[in-house]
């Protein structure tokens, strides 16, 4: 039976309402949740962006939700920090949370005054940091040259269980790699048969089957709301690799000021006002082969999509 979840942004609501939506989501029905981790928003129209790791602590003690975060480690975190980061949320909560580990994005990573390694850089980074990671959960004394550096690092603290490490992926290709090392694989709604084709490519790496899908989804009472709220909301959000990656948030705001399609809208997020219809999109999509799927209202007022959702969505889709 498909998981259905929240997916909280903290790009674009202040932590402390953020955590009083996550709590309304779980009385709508929603069964986990997770949550972004930036340091900056996507765009200045955002305008939020809580410590994802502080907040996490406050959700999970005044929830009984499991959640995961997806985040970067490398360049604004060290992998013996983020290692530390999660044994301590998963030996005070026990199988109720998991990280996914990716290569982040620049508007993030700037920050450091380190210069952004490209691609295959930041993938090699990565899946040191991966292995790093890992072996610190399971209690080794780890020391590391190469694309980061660990001396003698240890994490006292133990979680058991060892809390899952998910590879985020977009592409095919990428999905390949991360079956390599991960307990499950994250993606975001995109074109049916690109879904289909990323998850035959994980299954033939040998993926595990745990399979994550995040949806992006604007909902209003009318079409013309719904449309105005993703445009505003998230106009800065539909740009692939490498503009994706590589871009600052000044940067997003201006090659979206001059507008963005509605095609590269509707590629990105799902829009409208009918709640059958969204229904039936979301399931269609989860029955390509998802076993948990995070559902993002990209507006900032959250109590209205969770409370219609909970009433006439999440009962369908169960």
Known sequence: MTVYGFHASHEQISPRQLLADVQLAEQAGFQAAMCSDHLEPWSSRQGHSGLAWAWL?????????????????????????????????????????????????????????????RKDLRQQRLEECVDIISRLLDGETVSHEGLVTVHEATVWERADPKPQLIAPAISAETAERGARWADGLVTINQDPATLTEMLRRWEDAGGADHRILQIHLCWAPTDELAWSIAQDQWRSNVFSPPANTDLRVVDYDAVSADGVSREQLERSVLIGSDLGELTQRIQDLADLGFDAVYLHHVGQDQRPFLEAFGERVLPQLH
């Open 57 to 117: 602590g406050a959700a999970l003690a005044t929830t009984d939700l499991t959640f995961g975060t997806v985040t970067a480690p490398g360049q604004r975190y060290h992998p013996a920090v983020v290692a530390q980061a999660i044994a301590t949320l998963g030996q005070m909560y026990p199988g109720r949370f998991w990280t996914a580990l990716g290569t982040g994005q620049h508007a993030n990573e700037h920050v450091t005054g380190e210069p952004w390694p």
